[in-house]
């Protein structure tokens, strides 16, 4: 690699990947393109020829097309594989994953077979990604219609005359976002599955694509939350730009309010953050784990444990020991450690984790919800609350640390967080739960 500081140590701060500036990787990586495919033999053809019109250097690119079964033999030109599943059906997130499993580029590359890139695709796509390995980089998908046009015809000259309108929804999110750099936890709606490349080191890390999604949509959006989880930057490139042959998918023959909603509610029980999640319904996977360590009174377990849930419904409580009271057990939202977790949808754990060595009450959510917020995007991993409020980490922190052994990807802070305050050995319950006396009755 070329440069210093960021660039050499593959690690920036938060979601700052613009830190590396135009810095571009000594040696052009070694990528793996993986072109989902069925039984679209024009649209394949017309992207195979781009691919072969890349400026990457021919020998540092492999070119795999993942087929789910199309009803006829796949035609591919000489050093193009093809790997195949069977026809069951919608499997483009299993396809995917077959085409990584039978690729070995330190970049993977993912397209789809009617979306055929520019000259300068590969290269633009995949610089991030070889300077900074949790990078998730996003082309530009633009559209055209390209009936009747030979499929040998070079891109831009296929494309001319015949550019289709590009999705307002998407170009206003990545100018809102400066091109994700401004990402938070809902910015995997801006993730385009037939444009996306990211290092193998964090793919195999976030794990495949989930092979339950056999439906139209979805499983690049699930994908792409939970690599933001695991603490991935996400980046739009916009002079990555791939052409779909057609219109986008919002304007396309049958893509109604039913269609919509199918994929809404899918990800609703995968992706559990505000804005995609409902607001009542319990999530399967926590957005808050809470970690109350060490023996307490009874008393001070059921007011810490109660006001927690009170003000974050969607949370869990975690405990060292089978609680004694009778209402905590009753909660399937109290669990003790080492007795089934607080992990699940995908493999995805909680947004955020907060430890306490005492009890706390939480009788305003407001400031807690702050933390959490600033621990959804920008630099914050770690917050250390005052007066023994223990320590509020996000996922993303740790995921990153875990995989380079170094706490430089993220900062910690010190904050007073109001409404919280550190429960006394016995407050009284009665007052507590009849909501009367002060709050110098449980502090």
Do not use: K
């Not at 009542?280 to 001070?300: C, F, I, M, N």
Request: proline share 6%; glycine share 10%; hydrophobic share 45%.
């Amino acid at each position: 690699m070329t440069g210093g500081g960021p660039v050499a140590s593959g690690i920036v701060p938060g979601n700052r990947w613009d830190l590396v500036g135009d810095a571009r990787p000594a040696t052009p990586p070694r990528v793996s393109v993986i072109v989902a495919h069925y039984d679209q033999p024009d649209e394949l053809a017309r992207t195979l020829a781009a691919l072969a019109a890349q400026d990457h250097p021919a020998d540092r690119l492999e070119i795999i097309v993942a087929d789910d079964g199309s009803p006829h033999p796949v035609s591919v030109p000489a050093g193009v594989r093809v790997v195949r599943q069977e026809d069951r059906g919608f499997r483009l997130a299993a396809v995917r994953n077959l085409g990584v499993r039978a690729s070995t580029g330190d970049i993977l590359c993912f397209l789809d077979a009617d979306t055929a890139p520019e000259p300068g695709y590969i290269s633009a796509l995949t610089r991030l990604p070889a300077l900074l390995p949790d990078a998730v980089t996003v082309g530009r998908r633009r559209h055209a219609d390209l009936a009747g046009v030979p499929v040998q015809t070079p891109v831009a000259e296929a494309v001319r005359g015949r550019e289709l309108a590009e999705p307002a929804w998407l170009a206003d999110a990545y100018a809102r976002s400066r091109n994700l750099l401004d990402a938070d936890d809902r910015s995997y709606r801006y993730v385009i599955g037939a444009v996306i490349a990211s290092s193998r080191r964090l793919f195999d890390d976030v794990g495949g694509f989930d092979e339950s999604f056999t439906a139209y949509g979805g499983e690049d959006w699930e994908w792409a939350h939970r690599a933001w989880q695991a603490g991935a930057l996400l980046a739009h490139v916009p002079d990555a730009v791939a052409w779909h042959d057609g219109p986008e998918w919002a304007g396309r023959e049958g893509s109604d309010r039913e269609r919509a909603n199918a994929q809404t509610l899918r990800l609703a029980a995968s992706v559990p953050v505000s804005g995609s999640a409902g607001f009542g319904v319990r999530r399967s996977v926590p957005d808050l784990a809470v970690y109350l360590t060490g023996e307490h009174s009874d008393a001070a377990l059921f007011v810490c444990v109660d006001s927690i849930l009170a003000a974050f419904p969607h949370a869990v409580v975690v405990l060292d020991a089978e609680p004694a009271v009778e209402a905590l057990r009753a909660d399937a939202r109290v669990r003790v450690r080492g007795g089934g977790g607080v992990s699940g949808g995908g493999g995805v754990d909680a947004r955020a984790t907060w430890t306490l060595e005492r009890p706390m009450l939480v009788d305003d959510a407001a400031g807690l919800a702050e933390c959490l917020a600033a621990l959804g995007s920008g630099e914050v991993g770690t917050i250390e609350v005052e007066s023994s409020g223990g320590v509020v980490r996000s996922r993303r922190a740790e995921r990153r640390a875990a995989r380079w052994g170094t706490e430089d990807g993220f900062v910690s802070v010190r904050r007073r967080v109001p409404g919280v305050h550190p429960l006394r050995p016995d407050p009284h319950v009665e007052a507590y739960v009849g909501g009367w006396g002060s709050l110098d009755a449980f502090v």
